[in-house]
């Protein structure tokens, strides 16, 4: 059974860093593809960053280039999002999910952790 388990949310002010993580298990961790997507409330999820199962060129929303950077660490099964000048509109509930390499849909997802982000 796939579980992807998010931590590290939670309330920071604006210009602070937080890093979030979303340890993987019950999947071969090194052939999934990655991603972070958030959601605020009223708002559709959007995605916010991706990393491919061998780590080649990290994608990001244009919101979030330059200040979101997300990795991975195929040894412990976890992916990483490292969020620096937060601002009051990153406020969200974060998700982490996986698709299988070289498919399109993010077919698993974790239950998200909040990040709010005060002014």
């Known amino acids: 059974q796939v579980q992807l388990v998010e931590s590290g949310g939670g309330l920071v002010q604006a210009g602070d860093s937080l890093r979030l993580s979303c340890a993987a298990s019950?999947?071969?961790?090194?052939?999934?593809?990655m991603a972070w997507f958030r959601q605020a409330t009223g708002k559709e999820r959007e995605f916010v960053a991706a990393?491919?199962?061998?780590?080649?060129?990290?994608d990001y929303a244009d919101s979030v280039k330059g200040r979101f950077t997300i990795s991975r660490d195929n040894a412990k099964n976890t992916v990483y999002l490292q969020m620096s000048s937060l601002k009051p509109e990153d406020t969200a509930l974060y998700f982490c999910?996986?698709?299988?390499?070289?498919?399109?849909?993010?077919?698993?997802w974790g239950q998200g952790t909040q990040v709010t982000v005060s002014s």
């Open positions: 019950g999947l071969t961790f090194s052939t999934y593809d």
């Open positions: 999910a996986a698709k299988i390499r070289w498919t399109m849909r993010y077919n698993y």
């Open positions: 990393i491919s199962w061998s780590s080649v060129s990290p």
